[in-house]
């Protein structure tokens, strides 16, 4: 098997585990995603007829990169135009990435759930097989009296919008399904 890029899904015949997991995002490897994106800045400006021509010289040009790009995607699954997707990702996302990179946003602090409210959490998501955004609702619904106590505590502790208390719980809630359907 080729060898892999750490960001991408990828598959080891030695753990089957791992086999089982589908992709939903086929990612090009770095060494490619740099030369694509080398072009793409050259040709940011060219018009489409342009950045076409380049396009079909960059592919002669590359093509041993291009190919081994593709026999990886391929043995991943990937089912559709392998070049369409490269095309697409110099010609509309690359060419226009900027070069600069973001500050880190600052982390809002970090807040512990009740032990009360994640046991109530995981012996509703073991007992009722529910999607997530249904089980969700169903758990607001059958557990006031906890939902009070905890919103109460987030008050308590410096929450003050009750859109971000709901959302808090909530991805708690989506959070331990996860967690839980996973095992």
Request: proline letters at 2%.
């Amino acid at each position: 098997m080729h060898n892999l890029n750490k960001d991408i899904y990828c598959r080891d015949s030695k753990d089957e585990n791992i086999r089982d997991i589908p992709i939903y995002r086929y990612k090009f490897t770095q060494e490619f995603m740099d030369v694509l994106f080398q072009f793409s800045k050259v040709h940011q400006y060219d018009d489409r007829n342009s950045f076409k021509e380049a396009w079909t010289q960059w592919l002669e040009e590359n093509k041993e990169l291009v190919e081994s790009e593709i026999v990886r995607l391929s043995d991943l699954n990937y089912d559709g135009s392998i070049i369409e997707k490269m095309y697409k990702s110099a010609r509309y996302y690359y060419r226009k990435k900027g070069t600069e990179k973001k500050a880190p946003l600052d982390r809002r602090q970090y807040l512990c759930s009740q032990k009360d409210l994640l046991t109530a959490m995981d012996e509703h998501i073991n007992g009722k097989k529910l999607k997530p955004s249904i089980g969700f609702n169903d758990f607001c619904q059958n557990n006031i009296d906890l939902l009070q106590t905890e919103v109460n505590h987030m008050i308590h502790i410096g929450f003050k919008d009750s859109q971000d208390i709901k959302e808090k719980i909530k991805k708690t809630y989506k959070n331990r399904y996860f967690l839980l359907v996973k095992q």
